[in-house]
């Protein structure tokens, strides 16, 4: 998968402060952009979540492939850890160990409001600064 040219899409709860932390964290070790963060609730999401029900898709985050596969949840960690540097051995281990994987992001994801309240205003706007940064990127190595 990291060799494609194209992302992983990862589709994450704008509305939710912790998402978008958690997402610029995964997009600070993105160096080659192979990962491309898109919200639930913007079009792109819409489509490619096309089908799933509104509160299953505001449930977890979803990466989807670019062969159209989507994981949600602890599932989505492994594709996403795949294409990131150095990131095959972590991807190995998250499908190996996919039961605690899923359990641990269930713990996460139950608990996002709680853990968003750790969120300071000034980490949410360089998280928003990062994952702009990193679309606008995207957006330019599509030309």
Known sequence: MAGTGDPVIVL???D?????WSVAKVLALDRRGHVLPEPIQGELGGLLL???PEAERLASAHAVTPDGRVFSGGNAAAPIAAVLPAGTAPASLLRTFGAATRAGYAVIAGN???L???VTPAM?????VRIARHRWNAAR???
């Open 124 to 128: 949410l706007e360089r998280a928003d």
């Open 16 to 20: 939710c402060g912790w998402c978008r």
């Open 12 to 14: 994450y709860d704008r």
């Open 50 to 52: 096309e089908g799933m």
């Open 141 to 143: 190595r599509e030309r």
């Open 112 to 114: 996002r409001s709680t």
């Open 116 to 118: 968003g309240r750790l």
